[in-house]
């Protein structure tokens, strides 16, 4: 079966203060399908600008990204329009109700509205947001507006979901409670997820495979196959033993770039 997401030789580089800096080199790595694959790395390292890339947003300098999803026949090149992307900022629109907000991405492709909000109400009732379609963003906890996030990336009906750090800005309590909600979402719809993170204990509980990265230019280091049963606590030994091997490599990775 061919992968959901391959990257090949990814390279990238920006201006800054009149230089050229870089911050990709030479990056590969896959997703299969329906996988939970966490890109994890110091920050800095280039994780979101792999985000960007596979999005559609920015442009490699070199390299290839292709997507093959369940409804397209064989792979093309990833782009806007083939991938659903959350951010860490939640980016809800101020003037639209969690409903409005929850149906942009089904709107945008066309869907009418009425169907859209239809859609969007099952879904936000089974996220625990019930009785909310008409609030705004401004009266909703931090992690109330990452659920309507997560239920617009969802209803954007793409098989491969690409997060960037979506619950770093949020406390320990919610953001373990968005994490159940992620690995649900992910059961339930059969989607396959490219996470970003830099925090090692959410990247060993939640993933498939980890993929850790070198610091700038980015790069990968190592990648890790977790084959600890679900669910996962942050007491079981596989985790912990895991994760104490992960920071070990981080460790030894920023010790070597700070030399």
Not at 39 to 55: D, E, M, R, W
Not at 75 to 89: E, F, H, I, L, T
């Amino acid at each position: 079966m061919p992968a959901a997401l391959e990257i090949r030789g990814l390279r990238k580089r920006f201006r800054h203060d009149g230089e050229w800096l870089d911050v990709l080199a030479g990056v590969s790595l896959d997703v299969g399908p329906r996988e939970f694959v966490t890109l994890l790395g110091p920050s800095g390292c280039g994780k979101s600008t792999i985000c960007n890339i596979v999005a559609g947003l920015v442009r490699p300098d070199a390299g290839t990204v292709m997507v093959s999803t369940d409804d397209a026949a064989g792979a093309s090149p990833a782009g806007a329009g083939r991938v659903a992307y959350m951010q860490q900022k939640d980016l809800l629109l101020p003037w639209r109700t969690v409903l409005d907000n929850a149906i942009l991405g089904l709107e945008i492709q066309g869907t009418p509205r009425t169907a859209a909000r239809d859609e969007a109400r099952v879904m936000l009732r089974r996220f625990g947001l019930e009785g909310f379609e008409r609030a705004y963003p401004a009266t909703l906890s931090g992690g109330m507006r990452q659920r309507v996030a997560l239920v617009r990336t969802l209803l954007c009906r793409r098989d491969l979901l690409v997060l960037d750090e979506p619950f770093g800005a949020l406390d320990a309590m919610t953001r373990a409670a968005m994490q159940g909600y992620l690995l649900r979402l992910r059961e339930e719809f059969g989607r396959t997820v490219l996470f970003i993170t830099h925090d090692v204990e959410e990247a060993v509980l939640l993933s498939d495979r980890i993929y850790v990265m070198a610091a700038r230019p980015g790069r990968i280091r190592a990648e890790h196959r977790l084959d600890l049963p679900r669910p996962r606590h942050a007491t079981d030994a596989g985790v912990v033993a895991e994760k104490a091997a992960i920071l070990e490599l981080l460790h030894a990775e920023m010790a070597e770039a700070f030399a």
